[in-house]
């Protein structure tokens, strides 16, 4: 527990509160640009975390603070509203918006102070462990008692209808789902999933924030979800398909046909290769074929670089240094378009490899990564505050 966060909220409203809510961050080893197209994913949660303290207030007002941005935002619950006033309160306000829709009463307010040990907008999902960690507080403070999946759905809801982001359930689910030393199997067409042991044996796996900030709702991740809708619009005439992941890899050849449109048809090759990987690399994982895993994840970076388009410059930077300072696998994870990517290494060379990366990514660009060995942990906790 952060004392000086109970200590603030001592300070601030004179009270003390009444619970201590913990999220995690996630990564994902492989599956991307998948989940909103009800594909095939393998995300983890990883010990990064959002922080919370929270209490109950005698009268319906939301009030928010943050230590990592600026400005306190409070709000009736009967006037929440997406609005530029509320700024980074948008995203855990989206959240009782959600369940007021949704037909819940929320019969009182809530004083919450957040705390992130995790760099903003670095893909690894800052703004999904937030809608899940106010969904989670939410969720207990109300007595809804909603299981991790319904969290997890819950926020999603959310974030796209409340905030506008067309992305996928993957990050949500991730984090509410989070299992110590597991990654979770999931299909975002039917919201099954496993919980799969990874092991790379000798090998580490790496975290590599490259700390270029991006904005998701800026960045062309719209924009490659209305790309995809559109092929399966086209291919959907010819193909007995609701999704592209309803696709085989060996449907391709007859996939460029239909699609005149090289961009396109780049994309469909995008989603249906990378599900396929996903199956390779749980299959050479449970037969503990490292070698095989390693590639499957490169092939993976190479097709978001050449046919999905989502690296960009300082991602294929960092995946070329890794690569070159002795990484047997580099991949960017999450979004892209700047963000975050993941490396497996031996890890003896763990302080060799994060030296060379900084220095070299840093005399190119003026940027110094941020860079930690994955630790794959539990997803939402919460502790009463004695
Ligand atoms: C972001 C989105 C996810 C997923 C990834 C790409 O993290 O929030 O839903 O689409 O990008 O795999």
Same mark, same amino acid.
């Given at each position: 527990?952060?004392?000086?966060?109970?200590?603030?909220?001592?300070?601030?409203?004179?009270?003390?509160?009444e619970k201590y809510f913990m999220s995690p961050c996630r990564i994902n080893l492989i599956g991307e640009h998948?989940?909103?197209n009800s594909g095939l994913v393998l995300p983890a949660a990883i010990s990064?975390?959002?922080?919370?303290?929270?209490?109950?207030?005698?009268?319906?007002?939301?009030?928010?603070?943050s230590l990592n941005k600026l400005g306190d935002v409070e709000v009736d619950l009967d006037k929440i509203s997406n609005s530029p006033e509320n700024k980074w309160g948008n995203y855990p306000l989206g959240i009782f918006a959600t369940l007021q829709k949704r037909g819940y009463k929320l019969p009182f307010g809530l004083n919450i102070i957040y705390s992130s040990n995790v760099p903003i907008a670095s893909g690894l999902s800052s703004s999904a462990s937030m809608l899940d960690l106010t969904a989670f507080i939410a969720s207990t403070m109300y007595n809804i008692s909603l299981k991790n999946e319904e969290i997890a759905l819950l926020a999603h809801q959310s974030e796209t209808e409340f905030n506008g982001l067309q992305c996928g359930i993957m990050d949500e689910f991730a984090i509410a789902l989070g299992k110590r030393n597991k990654c979770i199997f999931l299909d975002c067409?039917?919201? *099954?999933?496993?919980? +799969?042991d990874v092991s790379f044996k000798d090998l580490s796996l790496v975290v590599i924030v490259s700390n270029v900030k991006r904005a998701l709702i800026a960045s062309p991740y719209n924009q490659r979800v209305s790309e995809c809708n559109k092929a399966l619009e086209i291919l959907k005439k010819h193909f007995k398909i609701e999704s592209l992941s309803d696709l085989e890899v060996s449907n391709l050849e007859e996939c460029k046909k239909l699609l005149s449109n090289?961009?396109?048809?780049?994309?469909?090759?995008?989603?249906?290769?990378?599900?396929?990987?996903? *199956?390779?690399?749980? +299959?050479?994982?449970?037969?503990?074929e490292v070698n095989k895993m390693c590639d499957l994840l490169n092939k993976s970076h190479e097709s978001l670089r050449d046919d999905y388009e989502v690296t960009g410059e300082y991602l294929d930077s960092i995946h070329d240094i890794s690569m070159k300072y002795g990484a047997y696998a580099e991949r960017m994870t999450g979004a892209g378009f700047g963000g975050s990517s993941i490396a497996v290494i031996k890890k003896e060379d763990f302080d060799y490899f994060k030296d060379k990366v900084i220095e070299t990514f840093y005399k190119k660009y003026h940027i110094k990564p941020l860079i930690f060995l994955a630790d794959i942990c539990d997803g939402l906790t919460v502790k009463n505050i004695k």
């Open positions: 527990m952060n004392n000086r966060l109970i200590d603030l909220y001592k300070k601030q409203f004179g009270t003390k509160p998948t989940d909103y990064k975390f959002i922080h919370a303290v929270v209490g109950k207030r005698n009268d319906n007002k939301i009030h928010l603070k067409g039917t919201n *099954k999933f496993s919980y +799969e090289d961009i396109l048809y780049r994309r469909v090759k995008h989603v249906v290769t990378e599900n396929q990987r996903v *199956k390779d690399f749980i +299959e050479a994982s449970k037969n503990g």
